[in-house]
T-cell receptor
Framework: ETGVTQTPRHLVMGMTNKKSLKCEQHLGHNAMYWYKQSAKKPLELMFV???????ENNSVPSRFSPECPNSSHLFLHLHTLQPEDSALYLC?????????????FGPGTRLTVT | AQSVAQPEDQVNVAEGNPLTVKCTYSVSGNPYLFWYVQYPNRGLQFLLKYITGDNLVKGSYGFEAEFNKSQTSFHLKKPSALVSDSALYFC??????????????FGTGTKLQVIP
């Protein structure tokens, strides 16, 4: 698969579980992002990585823990989530960490916290 | 601070008619403006962007947008709508004076429904 891939596509987890979301980009980009998309709300930027270094943490609770081992892979580790964390989690990448470049998004992981 | 508004939650248009999806923005410096489209169960796809230069920007799938600095708008347009254009459309803005990497602000989205 080309572009940006995300696994799993759907995830149901209890509040005490630990799980991880995976993102991989096949575009040779240097910047990667995690977003949260909830119904009727604007896209919320969670984290930004530039050349594997975290450059933005948008006041995200510590129950979300990102990891970027290289420029092609991005993880979001989840633990002790709350029901209000149920949402579509989108990964994106861009060619460079400058604001004139558009972002390329994966299909998302639909997360349900029970 | 930067912000963007999409005043319409939903736009309905008949197939073959022209369509417009509205977007207004607020920035302190010059804006960088983007349109993205999201089909069901998919991520966002880039359509077009305005960075500088010609106010009329052409993008993918026959879409275009006009940057209007005096009205602080960046409306998305297409001369003839297709049923396959039915999707959720997002406008996004980045103030050139904002700090931080790539922190664009997205609108709440406009659902476009093209009626056969």
């Amino acid at each position: 698969e080309t572009g940006v891939t995300q696994t799993p596509r759907h995830l149901v987890m209890g509040m005490t579980n630990k799980k991880s979301l995976k993102c991989e980009q096949h575009l040779g980009h240097n910047a990667m992002y995690w977003y949260k998309q909830s119904a009727k709300k604007p896209l919320e930027l969670m984290f930004v990585y530039n050349f594997k270094e975290q450059t933005e943490n948008n006041s995200v609770p510590s129950r979300f823990s990102p990891e970027c081992p290289n420029s092609s892979h991005l993880f979001l580790h989840l633990h002790t989530l709350q029901p209000e964390d149920s949402a579509l989690y989108l990964c994106a990448s861009s060619q460079a960490p400058t604001p004139t470049y558009e972002q390329y998004f994966g299909p998302g992981t639909r997360l349900t916290v029970t | 601070a930067q912000s963007v508004a999409q005043p319409e939650d939903q736009v309905n248009v008949a197939e073959g008619n022209p369509l417009t999806v509205k977007c207004t923005y607020s920035v302190s410096g010059n804006p960088y403006l983007f349109w993205y489209v999201q089909y069901p169960n998919r991520g966002l796809q880039f359509l077009l962007k305005y960075i500088t230069g010609d106010n009329l920007v052409k993008g993918s799938y026959g879409f275009e947008a006009e940057f209007n600095k005096s009205q602080t708008s960046f409306h998305l347009k297409k001369p003839s709508a297709l049923v396959s254009d039915s999707a959720l459309y997002f406008c996004a803005v980045r103030d050139e004076n904002s700090g931080g990497y790539q922190k664009v602000t997205f609108g709440t989205g406009t659902k476009l429904q093209v009626i056969p």
